[in-house]
């Protein structure tokens, strides 16, 4: 948390409520249906604790990318792997989403309007940060929302960056190009980083914090893959193949998301061993 949830919340006299310290008075104005639709307030709430938690994961997994740029592997894995822990979390609750029935979620889904998970500056942050730098296509040809953490993350290391930083630290030969990020959705693995990660799989003993961030990116990656598995299992569910709110993005266009790769050499080892 950042800044004091109340004015006197600290001002000496005694620690802050529970209320207080959670602001809960704000928080919980902020669900403001606009239809009278009963289960508006699901949908709302489950979107606006899941921008929460996406908060907490970019923090989280900038602080490991950060890690790793300082040499503290040990460090960075496990924020790595609590990163893990959220997204686990998240696929927790799209079941609660699911149990909206399609007919009521009909009834007050035209209100939205043109807003769309799609535009959630936070997770378009997060697809930078772990590597994808360019705009995704979207289905209504519009770019995600902007937001300065965004603009940040664009000019900066990615996580996987740092990782492959770590691989040249540990003397493997990584061409200076390849250190930088690499274009939206690139799969195309580098045969220099295959080759490093390759031999960190082969010695595991010699290179144990190296095998230890790889299986953490990728049991990482594995969990965001079930996170956009589920949501294409809950968007069919609901609207079945019609366009998304935000446009002509649909059940079919996040299922295009589901062969996206974010370490393409952690897979393509496994072809090699």
């Known amino acids: 948390m950042s800044g004091k949830p109340d004015d006197d919340a600290n001002d000496g006299a005694a620690p802050p409520s529970y209320d207080r310290f959670l602001a809960l008075d704000r928080l919980l104005a902020l669900q403001q249906p606009i239809t009278g639709a009963h289960d508006e307030l699901l949908f709302l709430v489950q979107h606006q604790t899941t921008e ?36 686990q979390h998240l696929n927790g609750a799209w079941p609660v989403l699911s149990s909206l029935d399609p007919a009521a979620f009909a009834g007050f889904r035209q209100a939205l309007g043109g807003s769309s998970g799609l535009q959630s500056a936070n997770w378009r942050a997060l697809e930078v940060l772990l590597g994808n730098r360019g705009e995704p296509k979207r289905g209504d040809g519009k770019p995600a929302a902007a937001s300065q953490l965004l603009d940040q993350l664009r000019g900066e290391a990615s996580l996987y960056d740092a990782a492959r930083a770590c691989l040249a630290r540990a003397g493997f030969t990584i061409a200076p190009a390849v250190l930088r ?3 939206y959705g690139s799969t195309t693995p580098d045969a220099g980083v295959l080759a490093a990660w390759i031999a960190v799989y082969r010695d595991p003993t010699t290179y144990g914090d190296l095998h230890r961030l790889a299986e953490d990116l990728l049991d990482l990656e594995d969990t965001l893959r079930t996170w956009r598995f589920k949501h294409v299992l809950v ?11 935000g446009g002509t993005s649909g059940a079919g266009y996040l299922r295009g998301l589901l062969e996206l790769v974010l370490f393409p050499e952690l897979r393509e080892l496994r072809d090699r061993l």
């Open 52 to 87: 929460l938690w996406f908060k907490v994961l970019l923090h989280e997994l900038t602080s490991a990318r950060d890690c790793l740029a300082a040499g503290d592997i040990g460090t960075a894995c496990r924020r790595i792997d609590r990163g893990r822990r959220i997204v």
């Open 181 to 183: 990020h690499a274009p």
């Open 235 to 245: 968007v069919e569910r609901l609207i079945g193949r019609k366009s998304g709110t």
